[in-house]
């Protein structure tokens, strides 16, 4: 299997090309200031909250969910918080950091393939980080058109049924992402071949995503999408 075996590469957003880890920190730092919680300890939290308030609203909209995950994370630490901070939060989403890498990497890999965001996230919130990302992609999946969050399989069959009407076999695609529990985990039991970007390779732990249930196998394994890009090219010289 090689990287030039696919025409389609579907990507997870926060935590592959947007640095949604440190967009939560700068966003959270009205709680964090007035806290003692470490910093990877908050991310965990976090993960947990923003995992089962998905599971309970599926159909709530990306912004409006971290608003109550905001809520619940001040009652948590025992921190009074307004609901217009809260609100701040939910709407900072267009705000994060893309990952320094990712709009070069993007706007090689548009050249060889068909570029897919299925992604955790509201249509409005994706605007703004589709901005910092700077490429075009061919079409965009949002945890808002289809009524769930990953890793629901809904998504997963959401998507394959949108690009197999395209013409788009799942042996055509590559999902690459950063998250085992949101993305890995249910890629491969649609038959998905899969791409790691293990963005958190030099930290312990899962940061803001919950560790996957099970074990699970990738066919690439790269430390950024910077790196994918690279090998890619490579593997097309030789």
């Known amino acids: 299997m090689n990287l030039t075996d696919f025409k389609v590469l579907t990507f997870d957003c926060y935590g592959t090309l947007i640095d949604w880890e440190t967009g939560i920190r700068d966003s959270l730092a009205s709680l964090l200031d007035r806290s003692s919680v470490d910093w990877e300890q908050a991310l965990q939290t976090f993960a947990e909250f923003e995992s089962r308030q998905q599971a309970q609203a599926p159909d709530m909209r990306y912004s409006d969910l971290l608003?109550?995950?905001?809520?619940?994370?001040?009652?948590?630490?025992?921190?009074?918080?307004?609901?217009?901070?809260?609100?701040?939060?939910?709407?900072?989403?267009?705000?994060?950091?893309?990952?320094?890498?990712?709009?070069?990497?993007l706007t090689y890999l548009k050249r060889y393939y068909k570029l897919v965001i299925l992604s955790n996230v509201d249509r409005e919130s994706f605007a703004g980080s589709n901005r910092r990302l700077k490429v075009e992609f061919d079409h965009i999946y949002t945890a808002e058109d289809i009524g769930s969050y990953k890793p629901d399989p809904r998504n997963f069959k959401y998507m394959l049924d949108k690009l197999g009407k395209m013409g788009y076999a799942p042996s055509a695609?590559?999902?690459?992402?950063?998250?085992?529990?949101?993305d890995h985990v249910p890629a491969s039991r649609f038959g998905l071949a899969t791409a790691w970007i293990d963005r958190r390779h030099d930290k312990e732990g899962f940061g803001a995503t919950k560790p996957p249930p099970t074990e699970v196998q990738v066919d690439f394994h790269f430390h950024s999408l910077g790196e994918m890009a690279a090998a890619h090219e490579t593997l097309r010289k030789t």
Not at 67 to 79: D, R, S, Y
Not at 173 to 182: E, P
């Open 173 to 182: 695609i590559l999902h690459t992402a950063q998250s085992l529990f949101h």
């Open 67 to 105: 608003a109550h995950v905001f809520m619940q994370l001040a009652e948590h630490w025992g921190i009074d918080a307004t609901h217009e901070q809260a609100t701040q939060f939910g709407r900072s989403i267009g705000d994060w950091p893309a990952f320094p890498d990712a709009p070069d990497a």
